[in-house]
């Protein structure tokens, strides 16, 4: 009797750490932005960097593109170096920024930081998405009449969570008052689709159902047989 017992309660702790380990998983995989492992509640930071444009940029155009249902904008959080005196509209889905210099243009030869900003994590994100820099406009003193591509330049993404990352830049020499949020212009989706969130794969889900169930069904059906031959000793 005692060795029944026994068996009994290892099934049935394999059961519970099994559930346990595996529910855990499933509720804390694939929450990342731009791939970066976060938690709910985190603060995270976008920051884009560019460089490679042998002549000055006289004008740039851009939206940043984020998944409001699973990112919370940090009011005040946007910050330029190279652009100075940008305008800034900051819209439900994307922020649209604007900087222009006719005299003596933006110098990104070498790497300068283009755009950063800060985003809350909020309780309903799950899965994986994107903050995403999308130039709308940008040309150079060179050639006024044609957007720069991204053929045309270097461009580098860098997200910090919490305030560090392993690829983190010191971002120094940021002004609060080179940005004016005061630009009036229309806010669009367009060019983000991909900043969408991911959901978890179904497949692994459906995977940790099905062995959560096959253990269940295996712990009751020894129980119930275990239970039979008691009865038939007992008869």
């Known amino acids: ?78 910050g330029f170096d190279v652009l100075q005196n940008a305008m800034v509209n900051v819209g439900e889905e994307s922020i649209y920024y604007c900087a222009i210099n006719v005299t003596n243009g933006f110098d990104f030869k070498e790497e300068g930081l283009v755009v950063t900003a800060s985003f809350k994590v909020l309780d309903t994100a799950e899965g994986a998405t994107l903050v995403k820099n999308t130039f709308d406009e940008i040309f150079t003193f060179e050639n006024e009449d044609e957007d720069l591509t991204e053929n045309d330049y270097n461009s580098r993404t860098v997200i910090s969570v919490n305030g560090s990352s392993d690829n983190a830049a010191v971002h120094s020499g940021i002004d609060a008052n080179n940005v004016t949020e005061t630009f009036d212009i229309a806010v669009t989706s367009e060019n983000n689709s991909d900043v969408q969130a991911e959901s978890p794969d179904n497949n692994v889900s459906a995977s940790i159902i099905i062995g959560a169930v096959i253990v269940l069904i295996a712990s009751a059906a020894a129980f119930v047989f275990l239970l039979k031959k008691k009865k038939q000793k007992m008869t």
């Open 1 to 78: 009797m005692k060795v029944k017992r026994i068996i009994i309660m290892l099934i049935f702790s394999v059961t519970m750490v099994f559930n346990m380990f595996f529910v855990s998983s499933y509720a804390e995989q694939n929450l990342t932005v731009n791939g970066e492992n976060v938690s709910k509640g985190d603060t995270v930071t976008f920051s884009y960097y560019m460089s490679g444009v042998d002549s000055p940029i006289e004008a740039a155009g851009a939206y940043l593109y984020y998944n409001h249902e699973y990112l919370e904008y940090i009011d005040g959080s946007i």
